[in-house]
C-alpha cells in the first residue's frame, strides 16, 4: 500500500477510555497509513443506545490527558459541542469540508456493520469516506455491504475490552487497573467515577 495522507475517524463515548480502543485507533493508522487519527467523542448517541453517557469534561480530560502522549492522534469536540444526536453521516460532512483533499476512514467495528444500513444516509456516508471495519469477534453482516469497493474490512487483533464492562467492574469495586491507560486509572479513581453505574 502506498502512502497516503488519509484521515481516521474515531467515534465513541469513550466513557472511559481504554486500551482497546488505543491498541484499534494505532494498528488502524498504521496499516492504513493514515497522516492521523481523530477521536470524537459523542454527545448524545443514535438510537438512544445508551442512557447516562458521563459529562463531557470528564471524558474530555480523560481522553486529552493520554492523546497528548501521541504525536498522530487529535481530539476534536465537534460532536460534543451540538445540541443534536451524533449522526455518523453530519461528523463525516464536517471533516470532509474541513479536509476536502484527503481521504477520510470512519472506523466501524465489525458488529455494528451489520446495522450499517439502519444508520442516517449510509450510502451518502460510503460516498463521503472509507469505512475501515475492525475486529469485534462479529462479521454477521450483510453481504452486499461488506463487498462495497468503500467497506474495508481490516484484519486487526480482537481486544475483548469494553467500557461497559469496565463500568460493571469498578461499580462492583473489582480491580480494573490493567484495562486502562494510567492517567484514566488515577483520574477515575480520584473522581470516583462509575461508582453507583451499571
Known amino acids: 500500500?502506498?502512502?497516503?495522507?488519509?484521515?481516521?475517524?474515531?467515534?465513541?463515548?469513550?466513557?472511559?477510555?481504554?486500551?482497546?480502543?488505543?491498541?484499534?485507533?494505532?494498528?488502524?493508522?498504521?496499516?492504513l497509513e493514515l497522516q492521523k487519527t481523530i477521536f470524537i467523542p459523542t454527545k448524545i448517541h443514535p438510537f438512544n443506545k445508551r442512557q447516562g453517557i458521563s459529562p463531557a469534561p470528564q471524558r474530555l480530560e480523560m481522553l486529552q490527558n493520554v492523546l497528548k502522549s501521541f504525536?498522530?492522534?487529535?481530539?476534536?469536540?465537534?460532536?460534543?459541542?451540538?445540541?443534536?444526536?451524533?449522526?455518523?453521516?453530519?461528523?463525516?460532512?464536517?471533516?470532509?469540508?474541513?479536509?476536502?483533499?484527503?481521504?477520510?476512514?470512519?472506523?466501524?467495528?465489525?458488529?455494528?456493520?451489520?446495522?450499517?444500513?439502519?444508520?442516517?444516509?449510509?450510502?451518502?456516508?460510503?460516498?463521503?469516506?472509507?469505512?475501515?471495519?475492525?475486529?469485534?469477534?462479529?462479521?454477521?453482516?450483510?453481504?452486499?455491504?461488506?463487498s462495497h469497493p468503500k467497506v474495508l474490512l481490516v484484519e486487526s487483533p480482537l481486544i475483548e475490552i469494553s467500557s461497559s464492562h469496565i463500568r460493571k467492574r469498578i461499580s462492583k469495586q473489582m480491580p480494573f487497573q490493567s484495562l486502562v491507560p494510567h492517567s484514566v486509572f488515577e483520574y477515575i479513581t480520584h473522581n470516583n467515577l462509575y461508582q453507583s453505574k451499571e
Not at 446495522?115 to 450483510?142: M, T
Open 71 to 146: 504525536d498522530n492522534f487529535e481530539l476534536s469536540t465537534f460532536e460534543l459541542d451540538r445540541e443534536t444526536v451524533s449522526y455518523a453521516v453530519d461528523t463525516i460532512k464536517y471533516f470532509k469540508n474541513k479536509f476536502p483533499s484527503q481521504e477520510l476512514y470512519y472506523f466501524i467495528g465489525s458488529d455494528n456493520l451489520d446495522s450499517f444500513l439502519k444508520w442516517k444516509d449510509p450510502f451518502q456516508i460510503l460516498d463521503l469516506c472509507y469505512l475501515a471495519v475492525y475486529n469485534r469477534g462479529h462479521f454477521d453482516h450483510e453481504p452486499d455491504i461488506s
Open 1 to 31: 500500500m502506498k502512502k497516503n495522507k488519509g484521515i481516521g475517524l474515531f467515534g465513541g463515548t469513550f466513557d472511559p477510555l481504554h486500551h482497546g480502543h488505543i491498541i484499534v485507533a494505532e494498528w488502524l493508522t498504521e496499516i
